[in-house]
């Protein structure tokens, strides 16, 4: 009999362990060197494999002589895209990743791979590479978003045509897709303004900046069995993406995620992994495959630059009564999605009668884009939240108060469709209105500036396993892996759901033999999907608590409760039995039916859209243009923090991530379409003396579709970084920079051209 | 590859000389071995001179400190009386690289790394140094500013080491002040950088200085004319703007990932301003 699924509302219950801060399970590992990364797997006889890149940013690949590389001694394969059939059925999508991963007769991109080898060693596999001979012709190319939307720039995909244009084009071009988002009557709304203002804005191409680069250990026998250790924020997704490449069954590869070294989007596609398979098939060997930094660069998935204009309109009351944004962001080589969702996200923070969003997902030749924490929500907040302050200026009113007259609340419609329900924007707004930090004095050459962000959050497809063991401790098992401390979070959801302390909860990552689907840890879907699975994963153990207590006393399950962690006899009749703790239950199981498990599948909906307002004050040298960030505050909603340290955690470190985005991080392409700065070294993440100490308020607007309430948190706060610090420096220094990284020459250029 | 760990100069200048491939001096490290590891260079030999005694010491005498080429950063660093003479080019040495490379980069590997961005390079040139080169044929002493000829080139002749670098004895009333701009606030490279090194007289005036510049043009760049331009002055205003004018002057950068032409001219004569008061307090001015 089909069960029901069971109710995710929220229901406001009180707790007695959420919200608590006990360390995290994976601490000692983390700082002691124990925990296993990507790269830290050896399996005897494992061949060292390395890839061979396009130097070209665009070339039709002649030919590929390997016959050299496969001559010599310790080289045990050598990969084409020859050895990569398309099996993708007429998928195109599919088929892009595959070409992602090894080029077909072209190189879309400067360090597109071409070739691959397996060798003894790395020193062996090094000299084969050098021994692989590739003839290009080059073609002409183009790295710039707005160069590559010419009627004569080089077409980087011919069977690209323009969908969401009618009609459908008959050439190519380089606009994969035109998307538009919005409501009301745009011209109308202009025509009704007393003041309007205008701008277009340009951001750099920016990488998620992990520590960790790709790596992984595959092993495919010649019966099609396969196994693969890989760093990933999903290994499920994985499976099935390098199955359906290489042409195995689902079940017959099992991925195993190891510690991550940070992801922030950059580990939710498939680089590589498919490469390792096709030369340890080829092998008959285990092969490692790792990235350098400088391939990490070149080849995995940096987010992408943009080139976007505002117009926004408000009466002389305040009221924004039109807004309007085009939007260009490139995708690298390959379709993607990024325009459209920085379109969708342009003016999620507002209640607009009349506003329009319109998209062009742009074609250049640089690596694929890929997610990047709040995949494109960053970019389009720079530009709203940069023009929202000239607006206010304009008007003579606070910025503050500006917003808060024109935030969205429950019941706006949002300009992507949705109709809000309750909402954080405002109360994030107010309590930045009310924060000490506001009214904090300013030293010479300082700035306050503030900026908000939303990003929409997922759900998705979730399974947990509960495995209680006979001493009463309990195993939870997720698929979904932790990049942030989830399994904290989870051991308290758990914990607090069977009434037992934390230290008695182990939360494990399975491998994909050992669960169902689980989809990735994206869209700060990992706390509030697996914790939804952990709720109700945890209500089934009780289930079966409370009939094995039943049979423990011999009494109808129907008269057994379970309250604060124990199975109690309810009624008079059993007033003799004591309670039953889940300990007690636990070692009698062998003889009251077995184990005791627990088990949740769900596509978890309901996932809570999330806002966030910062605060940012910076120092601006007016002699050199450097800007120096001096103190900085996120206040973001988070429905319900379940472990208030991690939540905190995630709000500091998507604010770094946009205080570099901010100022110094950029992809620097040459003239030759080779990238110039594929390092630490001239690719400038902050260092830890680069950032003051970044404060954050945690607010609670409970999320509806989740029974704790609970929203994602981990990409909200990197989304206001661009524009607060952009807004800060204008007050700073008296002038306004429309060009991300704010880097020192463009500030310096900038006070130099307002002199 | 073959590895050589002389315990004398001479042994290892013959060793360099006697090489037909190609030959490496390694002292920190820490040019070298980063280059070695992402394949830019593939030596036949490497002589590594840190078990050479004389490379090991800093020694102070009556003309002035002897530094050898494996002393580390972190080492001047921890030499009160070095830093207390010329805190100048121990704060440059010092900005080489994080904590870690601090504790193996050397001066002398900073210079004959070539690079037009090398941080203690300035401060040395400014402090008029001088390098004890050691070859086949015997010993000679270089001025620091003439031992880099180009991005990546030194004079050194094949087998020559240098085996330290000597800072002339310190007059009274004397101060010497390194800095460079980099966009983050530490491990990073110069996008340009000032050196300035300069005496007072009984009045407080300027009696003598040098100035020298770092990445804005193929080597450091000692400017004449930015220490005229402060040279029997307290500092004021117009000399400073004199002396940032004249350092602009002598700016002949490039553009490139680092930093544009602009910017590096224009800040070029902002640092040296900057480091000339910090010099100019050093030495005791008011």
Known sequence: ?755 | MRYEAPTSTKVAAALLAKEKGKAFVLAGGTDLLVRMKAGMVEPDLVVDIKRIPATQIIKKSDSGFKIGAAVSGASMGENKALKKAWPGVVEAANLIGSDQVQGRCTMAGNLCNASPAADSVPALVAAKAKAAVVGPKGRRTVAVEDVVTGPGRTSLKKGEIIESISLPKRVAKSGDAYLRFIPRTEMDIAVCSAGVNLTLDSKGLVKSARVALGAVAPTVVLVEDAADAIIGTKLDDESLAALSAACEAACSPINDKRGTVEFRTEVAGVLARRAAKIAYQRAGGK
């Open chain 1, 1 to 755: 009999m089909a069960e029901t699924a069971p109710d995710t509302s929220f229901t406001n219950q009180d707790f007695k362990i959420i919200g608590t801060r006990p360390p995290r399970p994976d601490g000692v590992d983390k700082v002691t060197g124990r925990a296993k990364y990507g790269a830290d797997a050896f399996a005897a006889g494992q061949l060292t494999a390395l890839i061979l890149r396009s130097p070209h940013a665009h070339a039709k690949i002649l030919s590929i002589d390997t016959k050299r590389a496969e001559k010599l001694k310790g080289v045990k394969a050598v990969v084409t895209c020859e050895d990569l059939p398309d099996l993708t059925g007429g998928n195109r999508g599919m088929l892009d990743i595959l070409e992602n991963c090894m080029a077909r007769g072209r190189a879309l991109y400067d360090g597109h791979a071409v070739a691959a080898v397996a060798a003894i060693d790395a020193e062996t596999a090094k000299k084969a590479l050098k021994l692989i001979k590739v003839k290009y012709e080059v073609l002409p190319h183009v790295t710039d978003v707005d160069e590559a939307m010419k009627k004569k720039a080089p077409i980087i995909q011919p069977h690209i045509r323009t969908t969401g244009v009618d009609p459908k084009p008959k050439k190519a071009s380089n606009v994969a897709a035109r998307s538009q988002f919005g409501h009301g009557d745009i011209e109308a709304g202009f025509a009704a303004a007393d003041v309007i203002v205008e701008e277009s804005y340009k951001t750099e191409q920016t990488h998620q900046g992990y520590i960790e680069p790709h790596a992984c250990l595959a092993s495919v026998g010649p019966d099609g069995q396969g196994e693969l250790w890989v760093t990933t924020q999903g290994h499920f997704v994985f499976r099935n993406t390098c199955a359906a490449l290489l042409g195995m069954e689902v079940a017959k590869l099992k991925v195993t995620s190891s510690e991550i070294g940070g992801g922030f989007g950059g580990k939710t596609h498939v680089w590589m992994e498919p490469v390792a398979l096709a030369l340890s098939r080829k092998a008959n060997r285990p092969v490692k495959l790792t990235m350098s930094r400088e391939e990490v660069f070149r080849a995995s998935g940096p987010t992408s630059s943009t080139s976007i204009d505002i117009k926004i309109g408000a009466t002389r009351d305040g009221r924004i009564c039109a807004a309007s944004a085009e939007l260009r962001y490139q995708g690298g080589a390959f379709p993607g999605i990024w325009g459209m969702l920085g379109a969708m996200t342009t003016w999620a923070c507002y209640d607009l009668e009349n506003c329009q969003s319109v998209a062009f997902d742009v074609l250049v030749n640089r690596p694929k884009s890929a997610a990047y924490r709040a995949p494109s929500a960053p970019m389009a907040a720079f530009a709203v939240e940069s023009t929202i302050d000239l607006v206010a200026a304009k008007l003579g009113m606070d910025p503050v108060d500006f917003r808060i007259l024109n935030a969205a609340k429950e019941g706006t419609r949002a300009s992507y469709g949705p109709t809000y329900g309750p909402i954080g924007i405002g109360p994030t707004l107010e309590a930045v209105k009310n924060h000490p930090h506001m009214k904090a004095p300013l030293g010479p050459n300082q700035g306050r500036g503030m900026a908000c962000g939303f990003w929409f959050n997922f759900g998705g497809q979730t399974c947990t396993d509960i495995n209680v063991g006979v001493d009463g401790t309990v195993s939870l098992t997720v698929g979904t892996m932790d990049v942030g401390g989830s399994r904290a979070s989870l051991s308290l959801i758990a914990a607090e759901e069977l009434g037992i302390p934390y230290e008695r909860v182990k939360c494990n990552v399975a491998d994909t033999a050992s669960l169902g689907h689980n989809d990735m840890t994206e869209g700060s879907r990992g706390t509030f999907s697996s914790g939804m699975a952990t709720i109700f994963a945890a209500r089934d153990v009780v289930k079966v608590l409370r009939n094995r207590a039943a049979a423990m006393w011999e009494i109808d399950v129907d008269d057994v409760a379970w309250e604060d962690g124990q199975a109690v006899a309810k009624g008079i009749a059993h007033s003799n039995l004591s309670p039953l703790s889940l300990a007690d239950i636990a070692r009698k199981s062998p003889t009251t039916g077995g184990p005791i498990a627990g088990h949740n599948e769900t596509v978890a909906d309901g996932a809570g859209v999330s806002f966030a307002s910062h605060i940012c004050d910076v120092e601006v040298d007016p002699e050199t243009g450097a800007t120096k960030v001096i103190r900085y505050t996120v206040v973001q909603d988070a429905g319900k923090a379940i472990h208030p340290d991690y939540v905190e955690g995630q709000f500091q470190g998507a604010a770094a991530q946009g205080i570099g985005w901010a100022l110094n991080e950029e992809y620097i392409y040459g003239e030759d379409g080779r990238l110039q700065n594929p390092g630490f070294l001239d690719y400038r993440i902050p260092v830890c003396s680069d950032l003051p100490f970044i404060d954050t308020e945690i607010l609670e607007i409970p999320n509806p579709g989740h029974p704790y309430g609970v929203r994602g948190v981990g990409e909200t706060s990197i989304v206001p970084p661009l524009a607060a610090i952009g807004n800060a420096v204008s007050n700073a220094a008296g002038v306004r920079l429309n060009h991300v990284p704010m880097s020192p020459p463009r500030i310096l250029k900038a006070i130099n051209a307002a002199k």
